[in-house]
């Protein structure tokens, strides 16, 4: 078997890392406009669902960078 080596992605994995870092210290900085816009319903009820997906993404993002650096892999199935 030949063995494929692979940059690992140290870039990204900081670079997704600080963006959800700094994500979170933005949100409860500015808990004020979250509590006053998040509940006000209508056209706003589409804020906590947007704000939802981007910390998905975002933390989501990181943690796949994060496994890919530590070396984790799924085992796979052997027939």
């Known amino acids: ?3 494929t080596t692979q940059k ?3 870039f990204k994995m900081l670079l997704y ?3 959800s870092a700094a994500s979170y210290i933005f949100l ?4 004020e406009f979250v509590n006053e816009n998040f509940v006000k319903g209508g056209v706003y009820a589409a804020l ?4 939802a997906l981007y910390f998905s993404f ?3 993002a990181f943690a796949s960078y994060l496994i890919s650096v530590l ?6 199935a052997s027939h």
């Not at 409860?28 to 808990?31: D, G």
């Not at 070396?71 to 796979?76: D, E, I, M, P, Y």
Request: glycine share 12%; no cysteine; net charge positive.
């Open 58 to 60: 975002v933390h989501g």
């Open 17 to 19: 890392g600080a963006l």
């Open 71 to 76: 070396g984790l892999k799924a085992k796979t």
């Open 1 to 3: 078997m030949a063995r």
């Open 8 to 10: 690992k992605p140290y």
């Open 28 to 31: 409860f900085a500015n808990v």
């Open 48 to 51: 906590p669902i947007i704000t």
